[in-house]
């Protein structure tokens, strides 16, 4: 009688199923805690990325003009800028000269500058903000100030020119001049920026061990350079490489405030056609699959990017990724 008393009886939770109970309830309130504060970030990237994404790519198939409503024309829009846009494929040349010659020197620059840095000499960080400080600056300060210092007639780079019996090109009222221009300020600004901290971080990362051992095998400089800092900063040098394609590829603010993209189409690149096509001749279903199609490019390139890197970058387990 006792024993089917104590079998009906219910059996109370174990302390462990209490705990686990507990630990399931606080971890539940830490899930709805951290999805709450992350909404209004989830709510902004849906509706100011996500929406309009979406409503240009929708657009890219129609013709739209703002005032009238948009009229579905299929592929026309790309079309017209493969075979009637005399504008599109100048402008994709250009952009492509402009970041193969940008790309290259700046992160060559770049990782001169984070070598240099990372001697660990006196006035170190000093020379580091001074480098850093042209990268801060805004674009449109950037763009002004160049301007007057490259004016043909009033700037102080024609005037010292001419002080030393060298008349001094138009710069950005030249026609010839006016891309190389633009890409000496691009590259000045590209020096000290943030690829060069990468990169002083990622030659802070390599082991002095390495060097040491170099130095007892009878290495020099250079022999150590490209046998132990090449390899090991290699995945910062690709990761550099990729930011810096598409940086280049996008390519605006500083011809727009410039030159516009004369003189003459000159520096007329791709995402200023994108910009005057949408917003200046209020053709938005051209500008977005003008938008679409470079999309397109910049993630081919950073694919074609990723594969190429297989064959030297290397990561911490010694062999090429």
Sequence with gaps: MAQAQTASRPRSPSLLAKIVGANSKLQMREAIEGYLFALPWILGLIIFFGGPVLASMFLSFTEYDIVGQPRFTGVDNYARAFFNDKLFWPSMGRTFLYSAIVVPTALAGSLLLALLLNQKLIGTNVFRTIFFVPHLTPIVAVAVFWSWLLHPSLGPVNGYLAQLGIEGPGWFASRQWALPATIL???????????????????????????????????????????????????????????????????????????????????????????????????????????????????????????????WVHYEGGSPS
Excluded at 236 to 254: H, P, Q
Excluded at 258 to 271: D, E, R
Excluded at 272 to 287: D, K, N, S, T, V
């Design 185 to 311: 300020v691009s590259i000045w600004m590209q020096l000290g920026g943030n690829a060069m901290l990468i990169f002083l971080a990622g030659l802070q990362g390599v082991p002095v061990e390495l060097y040491e051992a170099a130095d007892l095998d009878g290495a020099g400089g250079w022999t150590k350079f490209w046998h132990v800092t090449m390899p090991l900063i290699s995945p910062t040098i690709f990761f550099n490489l990729v930011l810096g394609i598409i940086a280049a590829m996008k390519v605006f603010g500083l011809a727009f405030v410039t030159t516009s993209g004369g003189p003459a189409y000159a520096t007329w690149f791709f995402a200023l056609h994108i910009y005057h096509q949408a917003f200046e001749f209020y053709r938005l279903g051209y500008g977005s699959a003008l938008a679409w199609l470079f999309a397109m490019i910049l993630i081919a390139f950073t694919i074609i990017q990723i594969q190429l890197s297989k064959r």
